[in-house]
């Protein structure tokens, strides 16, 4: 008697969201698979992706997010092969899989790792205003997995520091990154967003020439700012003040002989 075992590829499969993949998997040594009880779960929820038993596929116990997109291979059977295929990727079907066997008193497993990924859209570059001296550009980019990079490069291919970076989710799962970086006016030639997939070693990249004109503009934008305060501060004060001696004029009685009942105070009739 010849023990069973199940074997898997040896390495992660990798596949992109929306595409189909075959998560291999096979008896050592080749034997008939036909009349076996295989099961397809997922290794860190134990639930079933896929069953099959006898010749029959079992849908009872299979997860809800896995209905109508399995299949297991109908050809390979015969020859000992247990692949699964899935059809329409998504994000969630990222991780661990483990391909059981049973037979009588034997149950073998063998883990199969599934790396899905996606690259998202172009980065889109905006500008943010004047800040700290220099001006604010932001860069975003929708449509990933896993969570990229987002990194600034200056016309070197020196890396800049974000001052701010933020993530989120989609429905789907798919993740969309934003991050800011303030440039100076001491910065020559262009400014690039990169995003990166590193798991697939691909990245989008936008650049952006800023004009050094653009940057005389920061400072004395808040010199203005500054300036427009000031004097918002100074007719607020003026005005209390007149308000005041008004109000004083008023109850000395210099103004009784203008104003009268229903007459607004400084207004004549005619």
Not at 48 to 73: C, I, K, P
Not at 128 to 144: K, P, Q
Not at 233 to 248: D, P
């Amino acid at each position: 008697f010849t023990m069973l075992r199940v074997e898997g590829p040896g390495h992660p499969v990798t596949a992109t969201v929306g595409q189909d993949v075959v998560l291999p998997c096979h008896l050592s040594p080749q034997r008939d698979a036909r009349s076996l009880d295989a099961r397809w779960i997922r290794d860190h929820i134990s639930e079933t992706v896929h069953h099959y038993r006898s010749g029959e596929d079992l849908y009872r116990d299979q997860m809800e997010a896995y209905s109508g997109r399995t299949e297991l291979a109908r050809d390979g059977l015969s020859a000992g092969r247990l692949d699964l295929r899935i059809t329409g990727l998504r994000p969630s079907d990222d991780g661990l899989y483990v391909c059981t066997v049973e037979d009588a008193d034997t149950y073998e497993e063998a883990i199969v790792e599934l790396k899905v990924s996606a690259t998202g859209a172009d980065p889109h570059l905006s500008l943010g205003g004047y800040e700290a001296g220099g001006v604010r550009v932001l860069c975003g980019s929708a449509g990933w997995y896993p969570l990229p990079q987002l990194l600034w490069r200056d016309a070197r291919g020196q890396h800049l520091p974000s001052v701010s970076q933020t993530h989120s989710q989609d429905q789907e799962g798919l993740f969309e990154i934003e991050g800011a970086v303030i440039v100076t006016g001491s910065m020559e030639g262009p400014l690039s967003c990169v995003v990166r997939n590193s798991r697939l070693q691909q990245e989008r990249e936008l650049s952006l020439h800023i004009a050094v004109p653009f940057f005389h503009n920061a400072q004395p934008w808040m010199v203005a700012l500054a300036l427009v305060l000031v004097l918002l501060a100074v007719s607020m004060g003026l005005g209390v003040y007149l308000f005041r001696k008004q109000g004083k004029l008023a109850a000395q009685g210099w103004s009784a002989g203008r104003c009268s009942a229903g007459t607004p105070l400084g207004v004549e009739r005619g």
